[in-house]
């Protein structure tokens, strides 16, 4: 008498190929035009050759790094050169040669009174062999009188002017500093350059993260390589529940399955399922022994990627005296 058993979705030959796309239909128009004149269009309008395609290694993200990247190093380039043209007479920025100048006596200080002032003082800071050569350039006092913008020779002798704050000229204390809308190229320059570092240094520190996640991650290729290179013995992951260890029953079928489907690549010797195993390389795996090296390749070629009950096996060889230390079907 025929045991009943219940009866599993054990694969068909069916269920080994991919996904294979389905026949794409063209009009009969495209057809007729393409035999007519499909290679004089062709090679009339250059698409005989696919277009050039840009780097797939080079990322949104890369791309976007490398941009900032160009316009940092063209800020600090620039500003750069804002500097040393600065440090010439007569040269750089006017706003960098300019210094502010309020609470002015009105109607007691003038133009030329601040021009004596400044003459006075940046003639000690900076010496000249030529004395018809003076450090103000020019005056330009408010219509109230109560301030003014004195325009030096250098971005130099106007910082070293705003050390003048706080000078006492006809009574009252002068305050002196830049005028609106100064901008420190030094301090910009600086800037631009530690961003630049700053970009590159986390450039190198995504690269290095990429390339350890890749190599804490082997591939299935590099696992494929780890297994032996000949063995009787294959392991089959993913292909028993922890369900299916449980009840003695459904355990006793899941065997005689695994039994009848191995069967179909050579003669089996042994069958094991570990039941009680903590290990997660042995635990809902199934370990067969095959009569031959041979027949134990063509069952990996036959289970790998294969469905058993819906779900996707994984087979690989597996050491002959690992196989030895598990613990026999019960």
């Known amino acids: 008498m025929t045991r009943r058993r219940r009866r599993r979705s054990a694969s068909s030959s069916s269920d080994y190929g991919g996904y294979v796309p389905r026949q794409r239909h063209r009009g009969k128009g495209n057809r007729a035009s393409g035999a007519a004149n499909g290679g004089a269009a062709s090679q009339s309008l250059g698409l005989d050759k696919p277009a050039a395609q840009a780097d797939p290694a080079i990322t949104q993200a890369e791309r976007q790094r490398r941009a900032q990247q160009w316009i940092l190093e063209q ?12 440090s010439k007479e007569q040269g750089g920025n006017r706003l960098a040669r300019e210094v502010y100048v309020g609470n002015l006596l009105v109607g007691v200080v003038n133009a030329e009174s601040l021009r004596q002032f400044f003459d006075s003082s940046m003639a000690v800071a900076f ?30 002798m106007a910082t070293a002017a705003l050390q003048l704050n706080g000078t006492n000229l006809c009574g009252r204390a002068m305050v002196i500093a830049r005028p609106s809308g100064y901008v420190d190229s030094i301090a910009v320059a600086q800037l631009a350059a530690s961003k630049l570092a700053e970009s590159e240094r986390q450039h190198d520190q995504q690269l290095t993260t990429a390339t350890d996640v890749v190599d804490r991650q082997p591939t299935e290729k590099a696992k494929s ?11 089959l992951g993913n292909l028993v529940t922890e369900s299916d260890l449980v009840a003695e029953e459904e355990y006793k079928d899941v065997c005689e399955d695994v039994l009848q489907e191995c069967s179909k690549s050579g003669q089996v010797i042994e069958l094991r399922i570990p039941r009680n195993s903590m290990d997660a390389n042995i635990k809902c795996n199934a370990f067969v022994r095959f009569a031959t090296a041979a027949e134990a390749k063509a069952a990996v070629d036959l289970f790998n990627g294969r469905k058993f009950d819906g779900r996707s096996v994984s087979a690989v060889l597996w050491p002959e005296e690992d196989f030895d230390e598990l613990p026999p079907t019960s």
């Open 225 to 235: 390589e780890q297994s032996p290179v000949e063995s009787c013995v294959v392991c």
């Open 127 to 156: 010496p000249s062999d030529n004395p018809f050569v003076k450090p103000v350039i020019d005056v330009r006092m408010s219509h109230d009188l109560k301030f003014a913008f004195v325009e030096l020779r250098t971005e130099e």
């Open 75 to 86: 800020q600090a380039a620039s500003l750069n050169v804002v500097r040393a043209d600065g």
